[in-house]
């Protein structure tokens, strides 16, 4: 499978770029296939581990959703905040606590699981790594329960063969094809996603965890320069990015857009506007959240929790609320003129 610039950040120098306080998001190491000979695709065989306030977990949250895979492929979600510098394992490490408490709710989020995919019941991703001796702690990871092996854990490549292989996999048979047989269609999916990876998917954690101000403007004005590009690409009346069929581009755009209002504005520090503000791009962020299994595939309170829950004093904000609160707002469309 192709390696390009949608798929992963440039790491040219990547240690020289964070000294210098530029966030540069690592390579993921596991990038086996589904198909391959010790890969087969079968029904039931595979598991995902995610956090659903995650953005590149959420789009395979999409993609199992939406092709009809919920039943085939079973899924853990670990809990939004990640360990502290008192546990014994060290800090930064997602962890599977369905009892733990959520400083937001003040109760346990019920979307929360316990690990069940190895038949182990470990308590960190961090530990699912170790097995196969990799030192890797991110999420998402697509897991293989009879070979007991990890097989992917780069979002990009696992959404684009669940897609390939959803037949096999037991997908629902009026399902999207998130990437049609059009040659043509395909370079333009390919070009949306890499101004979309690096401009707003990873460009809103540059402009976020980027502790230098010149970067951060550079990514605040690349994020805002491609929003009003793709509110103009939408005001021809199409439905989606590419026409009026969903595909693979508006999967992966949808995660942050979702995230924009209610976490991205405040956390990521891009608040040059709202989606709310671009009337084209609200009208697709709506059509997408009501597409079936989309809103279900996500939780604000995971992202709220996640994002905010141990970031500054860990006290969560609670806004939006005007025009309405989210992701009720995600139900009118009508709320631009
Ligand atoms: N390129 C990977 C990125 C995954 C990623 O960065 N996940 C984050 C959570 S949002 C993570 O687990 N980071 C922890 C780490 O890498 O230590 C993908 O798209 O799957």
């Not at 599977?96 to 991703?125: H, K, Q, Y």
């Not at 697509?142 to 292989?165: C, F, G, P, Q, T």
């Amino acid at each position: 499978m192709t390696k390009d610039i949608s798929t992963q950040e440039d790491q040219t120098k990547a240690k020289e770029r964070r000294a210098r306080g530029e966030f540069v998001r690592g390579v993921s190491g596991f990038r086996h296939v589904i198909g391959d000979p010790d890969f087969p695709a079968e029904p039931s065989r595979y598991h995902l581990f995610v956090a659903l306030n995650c953005p590149w977990c959420h789009r395979v949250t999409l993609a199992r959703a939406v092709l009809g895979l919920q039943d085939s492929i079973t899924m853990d979600v670990a809990f939004p905040n990640r360990t502290d510098e008192n546990d014994p394992m060290g800090p930064n490490l997602w962890e599977f606590a369905p009892d733990r408490i959520a400083s937001l709710t003040g109760a346990g989020l019920p979307e929360c699981t316990a690990e069940t995919g190895t038949g182990s019941g470990l308590r960190l991703v961090k530990e699912i790594y170790q097995r196969e001796g990799s030192e890797e702690q991110s999420v998402p990871i697509l897991y293989d329960k009879i070979a007991e092996r990890i097989v992917n854990n780069e979002s990009a490549e696992i959404i684009r063969m669940l897609d390939a292989n959803a037949d096999a996999l037991g997908g629902s048979p009026d399902r999207p094809m998130l990437v049609p047989d059009d040659p043509t269609l395909q370079d333009v999916i390919a070009d949306l996603n890499d101004r979309i990876y690096v401009t707003i998917n990873n460009g809103a954690y540059k402009a976020g965890f980027s502790s230098d101000q010149a970067v951060y403007g550079q990514a605040f004005d690349a994020y805002f320069e491609t929003l009003a590009s793709l509110d103009d690409l939408l005001s021809d009346g199409r439905h989606y990015l590419t026409g009026n069929t969903f595909t693979e581009v508006d999967l992966r755009l949808f995660p942050t857009l979702y995230r924009h209002d209610p976490v991205y504005f405040v956390r990521m520090k891009l608040n040059g506007a709202r989606i709310l503000d671009y009337a084209h791009l609200w009208r697709w962020l709506c059509r997408v959240y009501v597409l079936e299994g989309v809103a279900d595939a996500g939780s604000l309170i995971h992202c709220r929790q996640g994002y905010f829950g141990r970031s500054w004093n860990g006290v969560v904000p609670l806004g939006p609320l005007m025009p309405m609160p989210y992701p009720d707002a995600y139900l009118h469309p009508d709320l631009v003129k």
